[in-house]
């Protein structure tokens, strides 16, 4: 089998159209269909079924891509190991990760990488849990988040490795009645107003879970995703809000600490099954896990 036409069949499975994988891979959707159609015959058995309008992978297909990101695995290390005994690069790294990581790690990941003559392409990729492995599509490693009391991703095409929990934390504004306190008991927090960011997103999963502990749903009155304008809404006295311990930078909001509850957000990192059989993808991981070790 042709590696290229396995290259298009991943790519499907990935992104769940023919337009799409002929958009990511510069081609027009008629030489994708081709390809594949080639592809299913020298399987010898079809590998793409009809679904309403569109196509979808067959038994034979999900299986077949399995086997194609091993293979496609195997060609990106005998890439990396030949441009390493040539001496012209060590290898680029695809890493996404979630906005409020990028301001933590990033820029010392950055330091790390480029002395060991890494080419790190990162961007930052905003999206709930169940949607970050979406990003693998695009990206060798994905460090993403999520609620320490949800379940971790289970998927035969995707590995997860928690490196760092941190504790979500209230902030309040300084002349909050609760801003001289240190600590915080969930009973407290009746009939206030809260601003947390969207739903299915990590800190809302966690207020969620809060609300079932204590029996009261938060009045929730803003939804924002960046810290940035959280923190400074509280503190121009608009409301309280949850936020990750190491995300809390503003001066002038008050972080208690919740008594007598586990809330907190682990992070994770997701690569396809072979990924850290390539050494600079390895590099990276072990790279954001020393940077998570020296923050905890």
């Known amino acids: 089998m042709d590696v290229h036409r396995l290259r298009l ?4 499975a990935d992104r769940g159209s023919v337009g799409a994988v002929a958009d990511a891979m510069r081609l027009t ?5 081709q390809q ?3 592809l299913a015959r020298e399987a010898g058995i079809e590998l793409l079924e009809q679904q309403g309008r569109g196509l979808r992978l067959t038994d034979a297909g999900r299986a077949l891509v399995l086997r194609a990101d091993e293979v496609i695995a195997s060609v990106d290390r005998a890439v990396e190991e030949m441009a390493a005994r040539s001496r012209t690069t060590v290898g ?3 890493l996404a990760m979630f906005p409020s990581a990028a301001a933590l790690l990033l820029p010392g990941l ?3 990488t480029r002395a060991s003559g890494i080419d790190l392409v990162a961007a930052d990729v905003d999206v709930p849990y169940g949607s970050a492995p979406d990003a693998l599509a695009d990206h060798d490693l994905v460090l993403t988040h999520r609620d320490e009391r949800a379940p971790s991703i289970t998927s035969p095409r995707v590995r997860s490795a928690v490196v760092m929990r941190e504790p ?10 609760l801003s001289e306190q240190e600590s915080v008991s969930l009973d407290d927090l009746d009939d206030e107003e809260w601003i947390s960011v969207r739903g299915g997103f990590p800190v809302d999963d966690v207020l969620l879970s809060l ?6 749903a938060p009045r929730v009155v803003h939804r924002i995703n960046d810290f940035a304008v959280i923190e400074a809404m509280v503190a121009a006295g608009h409301g309280i809000a949850l936020m990750p311990r190491h995300a809390v930078r503003h001066t002038q909001v008050h972080r208690l600490v919740l008594a007598g509850v586990r809330a907190a957000r682990v992070y994770e990192i997701l690569h396809r099954p072979s990924a850290l059989d390539r050494r600079v993808n390895a590099a990276v991981a072990e790279g954001i896990r020393r940077l998570c070790a020296d923050i905890e």
Request: hydrophobic share 45%.
């Open 9 to 12: 069949l991943r790519e499907f």
């Open 29 to 33: 959707p008629s030489a994708v269909s």
């Open 36 to 38: 594949l159609k080639v």
């Open 92 to 94: 680029t790294v695809r």
């Open 110 to 112: 950055l330091s790390a």
């Open 168 to 177: 979500v934390d209230l902030v309040v504004p300084p002349d909050h009645r």
């Open 211 to 216: 609300a079932t502990v204590t029996g009261v």
